[in-house]
């Protein structure tokens, strides 16, 4: 079996933060989102990490820096959202550049399931398994890949339809973004990748249609999809919610109040940090900052900011 991890999208809703860094590469409680997933993935397994030219770089010193051995990069030759092959069309590629024969397990890179037990998410060649949350409310449901199940049945949990992001969900099942395909199904999710490069949520109908069983892996804790500024923000606050605080930076006179981060060479001092992240390098002086993400590098001096994300390397002092 092979670990497939897509980190190849542009991210544009959390500009600036994504303007050049990978969505799996934000911070969360001190490490990036893809250290997190693969903490979850045993180190005998192999990983692929599908990417883009964009971020190969920061991919390679991100791996070097967490010392994780069998992960290969497979790269689209894309620099931009419309020269990407699409998640469907990348999978398949990756299928054919490394000649995969065996059962994969498909990971969206931006998405965090801390409790997921990865063995439930293993299929048999034949079938494949789709690891599911219930949002306990259709509305919420609209936002997501929405899953169909045959309620009759008791010990397994079939699929029986996927539609996304319906405007009248049938259920409350979503999609995580994690799931896994049997190798004997691999040559069906090529074919419709050809026809349908960009959709994932898609090969479900397509492999339910052709007869192909598909069971879901129910995740019953917390789920974490990190699209927008909002969602990060949640994620921020609710991991780890044993750790008030990770601090790697240095706090001088300052309250921290609920959950915050303060990344490695940062400096804050006789300020206020209320749930907020920190990114490494920036300097806080005489500020209050509450609900906000700011990126590396900055140097804010007598600054107050409420819900904010700000850009790298951006520089503000208040004079009175």
């Known amino acids: 079996m092979k670990v497939l991890i897509l980190a190849g999208g542009f991210a544009t ?11 799996p590469l934000l911070l ?6 893809l250290a997190h997933i693969l903490d979850k993935i045993t ?23 967490l010392n994780r051995k069998k992960v290969e990069i497979f790269l689209e030759d894309a620099v931009s959202d419309g020269e990407k092959l699409g998640a469907l069309g990348a999978i398949s590629a990756c299928i054919d550049h490394y000649d995969i024969k065996e059962d994969i397990i498909v990971l969206a890179g931006d998405n965090l399931l801390p409790d997921l037990n ?25 936002k997501f890949g929405v899953v169909e199940v045959d ?8 699929v029986v339809g996927f539609e996304e992001k319906p405007q009248k ?23 419709f990748a050809k026809k349908e490069p960009d959709a994932l949520g898609g090969i479900f109908p ?41 601090i790697q930076g240095r706090v001088r006179n300052t309250e921290l109040i609920g959950k915050v981060s303060i990344g490695e060479g940062a400096l804050v001092e006789n300020s206020v940090i209320v749930d907020s992240i920190i990114y490494p390098g920036t300097v806080l002086r005489d500020c209050r900052i509450s609900n906000s993400i700011i990126d590396e ?24």
């Open 43 to 65: 180190p005998d397994l192999e990983v692929i990490l599908l990417t883009n030219q964009r971020f190969k770089s920061d991919f390679l010193l991100e791996l070097q820096k």
């Open 28 to 33: 969360l409680d001190g490490k990036t989102i």
């Open 206 to 246: 397509e492999l339910l249609s052709a007869g192909v069983e598909v069971l879901v892996a129910e995740v019953l804790d917390i789920w974490f999809d990190i699209g927008s500024f909002d969602s990060y923000l949640s994620a921020h606050k609710e991991i780890n919610k044993d750790s008030a605080s990770n």
């Open 13 to 23: 809703r959390l500009w600036p933060l994504t303007e050049r860094r990978a969505k």
């Open 118 to 142: 990865f063995a439930h998410l293993i299929c048999r060649p034949d079938n494949a398994k789709i690891a599911v949350r219930d949002v306990g409310d259709i509305h919420e449901a609209r």
């Open 169 to 191: 969900p049938k259920s409350t099942l979503v999609s995580t973004g994690f799931m896994s395909f049997g190798r004997k199904t691999l040559p069906l999710l090529q074919s």
């Open 297 to 320: 590098d900055c140097h804010f001096e007598g600054v107050d900011l409420n819900s904010k994300l700000i850009r790298r390397n951006t520089s503000v002092m208040a004079f009175k």
């Open 151 to 158: 309620a009759s049945e008791e010990a397994v949990i079939r």
